[in-house]
């Protein structure tokens, strides 16, 4: 009985000695001290020894046990200590490693220049709203004086989604809205994306961005318009620029003019950037048309009002000296962060 006690204790402690995973300990656990473990098994043996030996061999037995239970215990605790090293070590922290450097976005050409524009404007009392870029027809043409078979639905390629309904081609649309609301004096701008389905070049794109303006109150006249305009021009490009009006037409006006400020960058003598006018256009403007004013229920005899168009785009690439209007919409981090 002792021989074997013994061979089972040095089995159990060779075992021990080369268990090298927590789940194998358990294993050897199981072996020898599981209920149908081999010392186990001893134990139940326990009825066959003589009477007056079996203090003596229990004694032995517990010996054994315990020998193996503080091996297992010794074992164990080295596994966890070793598993804890590696985990350290797997997470250790250089300290002096160089941070990574955190990219922040920044601010769009076109977002700058937009809140350049709305700070002018708002200075001037104006306020910012917005209209949808999903239209119906009547908003962005039969209410502003373009019926259909109109040449200028033509002029401006537009993306139907059914025969109503459209991608806004102008912020004009917004117009509508305003004074649709019947809440008279108006002072407004609204910048939005429009769409157009232009091929992409240097100068188009088929959705590009535009600042409505409009201004409706009681004797609101040409001289308005033209001092308003000329504000907005020497605050946007400094205090020296000229500005000239030239004839146009627009359906929503009457009359309507295209503003164009004196080259900034020559300073009107004439220069590649001015392709050599020493003049600029930026903008399309006039006073609005008596009918449209009809259409939105606001009485002409009573009310007159101006209204203008800058292309967004148009004014960032001025302001910037960007030379190609696809550089806008690529997002590339190197070109934004000139700005
Ligand atoms: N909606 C015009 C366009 O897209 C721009 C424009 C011209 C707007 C004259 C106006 C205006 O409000 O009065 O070409």
């Given at each position: 009985?002792?021989?074997?006690l013994e061979s089972i204790k040095e089995a159990a402690l060779n075992k021990l000695n080369s268990a090298d995973t927590l789940d194998k300990l358990n294993e050897i656990r199981v072996e020898f001290l599981g209920k149908k473990g081999q010392l186990t098994e001893v134990?139940?043996?326990?009825?066959?020894?003589?009477?007056?030996?079996?203090?003596?061999?229990?004694?032995?037995?517990?010996e054994a046990r315990e020998t193996i239970e503080a091996k297992l215990d010794d074992v164990k605790k080295a596994l966890e200590s070793a598993a804890r090293n590696l985990k350290l070590k797997s997470e250790v922290?250089?300290?002096?490693?160089?941070?990574?450097?955190?990219?922040?976005?920044?601010?769009?050409?076109?977002?700058?220049?937009?809140?350049?524009?709305?700070?002018?404007?708002?200075?001037?009392?104006?306020?910012?709203?917005?209209?949808?870029?999903?239209?119906?027809?009547?908003?962005?043409?039969?209410?502003?004086?373009?019926?259909?078979?109109?040449?200028?639905?033509?002029?401006?390629?537009?993306?139907?989604?059914?025969?109503?309904?459209?991608?806004?081609?102008?912020?004009?649309?917004?117009?509508?809205?305003?004074?649709?609301?019947?809440?008279?004096?108006?002072?407004?701008?609204?910048?939005?994306?429009?769409?157009?389905?232009?091929?992409?070049?240097?100068?188009?794109?088929?959705?590009?961005?535009?600042?409505?303006?409009?201004?409706?109150?009681?004797?609101?006249?040409?001289?308005?318009?033209?001092?308003?305009?000329?504000?907005?021009?020497?605050?946007?490009?400094?205090?020296?620029?000229?500005?000239?009006?030239?004839?146009?037409?627009?359906?929503?006006?009457?009359?309507?003019?295209?503003?164009?400020?004196?080259?900034?960058?020559?300073?009107?003598?004439?220069?590649?950037?001015?392709?050599?006018?020493?003049?600029?256009?930026?903008?399309?403007?006039?006073?609005?048309?008596?009918?449209?004013?009809?259409?939105?229920?606001?009485?002409?005899?009573?009310?007159?009002?101006?209204?203008?168009?800058?292309?967004?785009?148009?004014?960032?690439?001025?302001?910037?000296?960007?030379?190609?209007?696809?550089?806008?919409?690529?997002?590339?981090?190197?070109?934004?962060?000139?700005?």
């Open positions: 009985m002792k021989e074997r134990l139940k043996g326990m009825k066959d020894v003589a009477a007056e030996e079996r203090p003596k061999v229990g004694a032995m037995v517990n922290i250089d300290v002096t490693l160089p941070a990574k450097k955190n990219t922040v976005g920044h601010p769009h050409p076109n977002n700058v220049a937009l809140a350049e524009l709305e700070d002018i404007f708002v200075g001037m009392g104006y306020e910012v709203v917005e209209g949808p870029e999903v239209e119906f027809d009547y908003y962005n043409f039969e209410a502003l004086n373009i019926p259909a078979n109109h040449p200028a639905k033509d002029e401006q390629d537009t993306f139907y989604i059914t025969k109503d309904i459209l991608l806004r081609t102008q912020t004009s649309s917004t117009q509508v809205h305003e004074m649709e609301k019947g809440k008279l004096p108006i002072r407004m701008i609204a910048p939005g994306r429009v769409f157009r389905s232009d091929e992409v070049d240097a100068t188009h794109s088929p959705s590009f961005h535009q600042v409505e303006g409009l201004v409706i109150d009681k004797n609101v006249t040409f001289a308005d318009l033209k001092g308003t305009l000329a504000v907005f021009a020497r605050k946007l490009f400094g205090e020296e620029t000229k500005v000239k009006f030239r004839p146009h037409h627009f359906p929503f006006t009457e009359p309507s003019a295209e503003m164009d400020v004196s080259c900034f960058k020559c300073g009107g003598k004439g220069c590649r950037f001015c392709k050599d006018s020493g003049w600029i256009e930026i903008l399309g403007c006039g006073m609005v048309h008596p009918h449209v004013l009809e259409m939105s229920h606001i009485d002409p005899n009573e009310y007159t009002g101006f209204a203008f168009g800058i292309g967004l785009e148009r004014i960032a690439i001025l302001k910037y000296e960007i030379d190609d209007m696809r550089l806008l919409y690529e997002n590339d981090a190197r070109f934004l962060n000139q700005f």
